[in-house]
């Protein structure tokens, strides 16, 4: 089994016909993603590597019965192309999409308590159920099937930690990478939450950053509500106060909230090791299974 | 993105936010003329990014010529916690008896913003939320709908302002959130906002950050940008467009990624380097992308060894390769050892190209850390 994404998944990409929304499709064809339909406006009737464009989601949705959508649309038109998502019932929309302002983020974030759709991102690498299906941009070649979840706010430290994890021989279940933006959709929690209830996960892979408190929570749900066994990551632990490391979200305020060491000691005193390495956090996995 | 004291004083007037008067100037001279205009008392306050300026020496009063001439002495030119001071705001002073503190801000958590008021003003605000909290009222905003009127009133009789001033505080409160909604700001706030012994209720300070991701849609603001760089290096990163930091070590970092960048430096500090700077190439970089990377680092004098640490997803391993080459075949010498740790997409066909005279190659994480921090101490001896 595995979580949000299956070989059931089908999927519209939003800005298909752009230079990275139509590379990463090739690249989600070849994964064996069921990439059923484009949608862009004024390019209804072409085609991209053989999938139909649409001018609406809402066209796409109807026509290819799609459930779920990867936004690759620019950061200015980005908040709206995740509000046309959202008010087609899909099941999953992933927005990919770096550098989409806060603001936006706030308006689209009061919508999706309104809706039973589910937002991954912005600003993240996407979701990968690996054999089954991939959505966003993260590379396939390194993930195996297995029973490892991995949730993570960074693309290539996911990738990091993965290939740490396959080259041991340990698979994953489902890896999702939930954005470094300040304002995202699924948080830790909503993916642990999925994790605990994933009967294939044995063990969980959570990778944190500095900056907000969402590792925090994480810890507090993991203490009160999982079985599953968790081992953490946390990067960050010499950004200075006050500096904006590359992620909008990651960052240390001047009062000291966000750092690193209020991360890791709330996961230790939750029962998560938290590795000084991806190395060890691999370590750490492999005794839990 | 920071705006300066002055910047934001000039948008809150516009926008009908009482503030004392005053003058940008960067000069002894200038500073001398700017106060025969405005008249004695006057506040010599320090126009950099930096908070505390007053505890820094950064702002002082001044009642006399002398006095003013010697503030001006003082702070123009002076390093302010790594900042040199080139601007200075001369502004009337005032006579006050009471400050309050108002801002809105973006609650993460929540994710809406949050307007914040206290009659606990002139002190850092972050003090008072960590001894104090209730002495800060709170009201969340719908971001669809912005501040409804009653929610400024309601939040500003929350603090406990008194009677007479919450008219006009409230009207500071709601200007604020309309400069946060249109300007795309990250915070704003007024601390102090004075209540003058005449019983006017003025704006005394200017905080304002914008969201870097929304210039595209404030090119008034974005012009503002330039000056705010703390040094060169920070400058030039800004000109090639990468995510860079410069810290105080002597391990040079080049990643992809920023959770990856982070990681790098902190593994330098687990192995016992030091990192100089955060240098985040972005995704899908091309070869002139990582030569100028390169080029960024080198001019760093502190640097004494590099690790170019790539996991490619959309970054390519071959691409990466090319602007290596490119950025050291122009040395006869290579000035500082570098150590390349390839991985991911095309990273076979980049370990290929690569040109292995130049640079030194591992093949994981650690072993690429490692042996730069050995460079770097080599190098320091």
Known sequence: MSIFVDDDTRVVVQGITGGEGKFHTGQMLDYGTNVVAGAVPGKGGQEVDGVPVYDTVDQAVEAEDANASVVFVPPAFAGDAIFEALDTDLELVVAITEGVPTQDMAKVNKRLGEVDTKLLGPNCPGIITPGEAKLGILPGNIFESGNVGLVSRSGTLTYQVVSNLTERGIGQTTAIGIGGDPIIGTSFVDALEAFEADTDTDAVVMCGEIGGEDEEQAAKFIAENMDTPVAGFIAGRTAPPGKRMGHAGAIVSGSGTGTAESKISALNDAGVPVGDTPEEVADAIEDFL | ?381
């Open chain 2, 1 to 381: 993105m920071k705006l300066h004291e002055y910047q934001a004083k000039e948008l809150f007037a516009d926008a009908g936010i009482p503030v004392p008067e005053s003058h940008l100037a960067d000069s002894v001279d200038g500073v001398l003329e700017a106060v025969s205009e405005i008249g004695y008392p006057a506040a010599i306050k320090a126009q950099v990014h930096v908070g505390g300026r007053g505890k820094a020496g950064g702002i002082k009063i001044a009642t006399t010529e002398d006095e003013a001439r010697e503030a001006a002495e003082a702070i123009l030119g002076m390093d302010l916690k790594g900042y040199t001071v080139d601007q200075v705001l001369v502004e009337q002073g005032v006579d006050f008896v009471d400050e309050y503190y108002v801002g809105v801000t973006m609650d993460r958590g929540e994710g809406e913003p949050v307007a914040m008021v206290s009659t606990k003003g002139g002190v850092d605000i972050e003090q008072v939320a960590e001894e104090d909290p209730d002495a800060i009222a709170q009201e969340h905003i719908d971001p669809a709908f912005g501040l409804h009127p009653y929610q400024a009133r309601k939040v500003v009789y929350d603090a406990g302002v008194p009677a007479e001033y919450a008219r006009d505080v409230t009207a500071i409160l709601s200007t604020l959130y309309d400069l946060y909604e249109s300007n795309d700001a990250s915070d704003i706030e007024v601390n102090p906002v004075m209540i003058t012994s005449d019983d006017d209720v003025i704006a005394a300070d200017a905080v304002m950050n914008i969201d870097e991701d929304a210039l595209f849609r404030h090119p008034d603001l974005a012009e503002m940008e330039e000056d705010a760089y703390q040094n060169d290096l920070e400058r030039k990163a800004g000109e090639y467009g990468f995510d860079y930091v410069r810290l105080s070590g002597n391990t040079g970092i080049i990643g992809n990624g920023a959770g990856l960048v982070m990681t790098t430096l902190d593994l330098v500090d687990y192995y016992g380097g030091t990192p100089a700077n955060f240098l985040d190439i972005g995704g899908g970089a091309k070869a002139a992308r990582v030569a100028n990377a390169l080029d960024m680092v080198f001019s760093d004098e502190n640097v004494d060894s590099v690790v170019f640490n790539i996991f490619g997803g959309i970054t390519r391993g071959d691409e990466v390769a090319k602007g290596i080459n490119e950025a050291l075949e122009q040395f006869d010498e290579i000035p500082k050892p570098v150590v390349v740790r390839l991985a991911g997409t095309n990273a076979e066909e980049g370990m290929e190209i690569l040109n292995t005279d130049l640079v030194q190659v591992e093949a994981t994480l650690a072993d690429a850390v490692q042996r730069a921090v050995e460079n770097a101490d080599e190098v320091a001896q």
